[in-house]
């Protein structure tokens, strides 16, 4: 007992505990990890009657490898025929433009480009012959006139390339964001914040604990934890597997320069992954990336100077004249490597453990998420599809597509979305505001970002910052210095230097 504690107020303490402990919800599914996996795998089951609820140990979803990778749709040639990562990125590839479609989230295929020196055409056949058996549909051997007529950017020393029409790009956050939101939408639970401890099953049910306290119940569990995934495992009783952090450092150019490549530009790959790419993005940037370097720490998402080096270094062996002078930002995301060098997706006595889902993850998603609902379904899960299920989304970027006669009549409506706050990406008041308000909805300055691109332009939120705190303040009823960069730790204002007049 606690001095000062009287014992009936510990008693009064531990049947309030008691009771708490009865009422507790008991789900049917448990997802750890809102990533874009347990993103689309949460989306996918809120299909079905089913009480579903999403963990992070995050202030936000897509906090992790989502957040900060190359954001490809790979068409999946490069998979070792048969294996779990060929057959989750073709089907995953093949279901992409419905599922961003649904959620209105920015696809282009773009398609991607192989490239080589004539000292490595064999290994671009090689390649070919293998997204074949994989399934990959138009893919085919470009020589150098065709090649260069197609991106006239290249290295002029490269001689030919696997050109594969499927590829594509897409936002890796706002795929995860939507699909979040599309199951929230559709009765799914999100709780944030949530460190998983411990998870212990009594009575044929988990309880999943978190180091705050709080813990929830269900039925099945499924362990998308990216990074922590083996970690997760370990807590249910497998130790099978680890998983090791790769560093990947990227480069962001100014859209003044995004259309400097058309297609996705790849060199051969390594057995560190599929090297330095040169890739415009679905928002008009020039993409440069990853290095991939193996670390301990499953944190350390610094960049470096010799990250730089490299990126400048070997992205000009597959484009030159690089305008590296347009740099606007650059970041470094951690990609889970598992120690089996394929896919862990398994299921056993309730569980589904998913490990080491590292590149092509983003493309498989939506198939991993329709294979966990098999193999939840194998183990028991009802899957009786809900009446009033809705897949569709409204785009978060709809006011900015839209014609100026139809921005004016929501104008009229909400003079917010008349009030610009983001110069460099013209993100509106009114845009920010339904950020906040919509599921999954945005507590920080970060999670504003990731949702509407305030921030993300030339100055790098230099000028919209102050005003987008101002805005998650009044929303959230909270103290100004209380808004954070990205949540917990990450203080932004620590107090006002002038009065409020």
Do not use: W
Not at 135 to 153: I, N, Q, S, T
Not at 461 to 468: A, D, E, I, L
Request: with cysteine; glycine share 10%; proline share 4%.
């Amino acid at each position: 007992m606690r001095d000062g504690c009287p014992v009936f107020l510990c008693i009064l303490f531990f049947c309030v505990g008691i009771k708490k402990e009865r009422q507790r919800i008991m789900y049917d599914v448990v997802v750890i990890g809102a990533g874009v996996v347990g993103g689309m795998i949460a989306r996918t089951l809120a299909k079905y009657d089913l009480r579903v609820v999403l963990l992070d140990k995050e202030n936000d979803v897509a906090m992790g490898a989502t957040r900060a990778n190359s954001a490809i749709v790979h068409a999946g040639f490069d998979a070792k025929v048969g294996s779990m990562k060929a057959k989750m990125n073709v089907r995953g590839s093949e279901l992409m433009p419905t599922v961003t479609r649904e959620l209105g989230v920015k696809y282009r295929n773009n398609g991607s480009l192989v490239v080589a020196f004539e000292h490595e055409r064999a290994e671009v056949e090689a390649i070919l012959e293998r997204g074949k058996q994989n399934g990959v549909k138009g893919l085919r051997l470009l020589e150098k006139d065709e090649l260069f007529a197609m991106e006239p950017h290249l290295n002029p020393d490269l001689t030919c390339a696997l050109y594969a029409p499927t590829g594509a790009i897409v936002c890796p956050y706002e795929l995860t964001i939507a699909a979040v939101g599309n199951a929230m939408d559709n009765g799914a639970e999100l709780m944030l914040n949530f460190c998983v401890c411990n998870i212990e099953k009594k009575d044929g049910a988990y309880t999943v604990y978190a180091e705050d306290g709080r813990a929830v119940s269900a039925q099945y569990v499924v362990n998308s934890a990216g990074l922590y995934a083996d970690r997760i495992a370990a807590m249910t009783g497998d130790g099978d597997f680890t998983v090791t952090p790769r560093r990947g450092e990227y480069m962001v150019l100014d859209k003044e320069v995004g259309d400097f490549t058309d297609k996705t530009i790849f060199h051969t790959p390594t057995k560190m992954g599929k090297g330095i790419l040169v890739s415009p993005t679905v928002d008009g940037n020039l993409l440069l990336g990853p290095t991939a370097v193996d670390i301990e720490d499953k944190e350390n998402n610094a960049t470096t100077a010799e990250g730089f080096a490299t990126i400048y270094d070997k992205a000009g062996e597959n484009v030159a004249n690089i305008p590296y002078f347009k740099t606007i930002t650059s970041f470094c995301g951690l990609r889970a490597v598992g120690s089996t060098g394929d896919f862990i997706i398994k299921s056993r006595d309730g569980v589904v453990t998913l490990g080491g889902i590292e590149s092509p993850g983003l493309s498989s998603a939506p198939a991993i998420a329709e294979y966990v609902v098999e193999l939840l379904s194998g183990m028991g899960m009802k899957t009786e599809e809900k009446a009033d299920y809705n897949p569709i989304r409204k785009p978060a970027h709809a006011f900015r597509e839209m014609t100026a006669e139809e921005k004016n009549k929501i104008i009229e409506k909400d003079p917010r979305y008349g009030r610009i706050v983001c110069r460099c990406e013209g993100v509106t008041e009114g845009e920010i505001v339904a950020a906040i308000h919509q599921n999954p909805g945005a507590t920080d300055v970060d999670g504003i970002k990731r949702r509407t691109r305030s921030g993300m332009g030339r100055c790098q939120g230099g000028f919209c910052s102050p005003m987008v705190v101002s805005i998650l303040s009044r929303e959230l009823n909270i103290p100004f210095e209380q808004v954070t960069k990205f949540g917990r730790g990450s203080v932004i204002n620590y107090g006002k230097t002038k009065g409020d007049n």
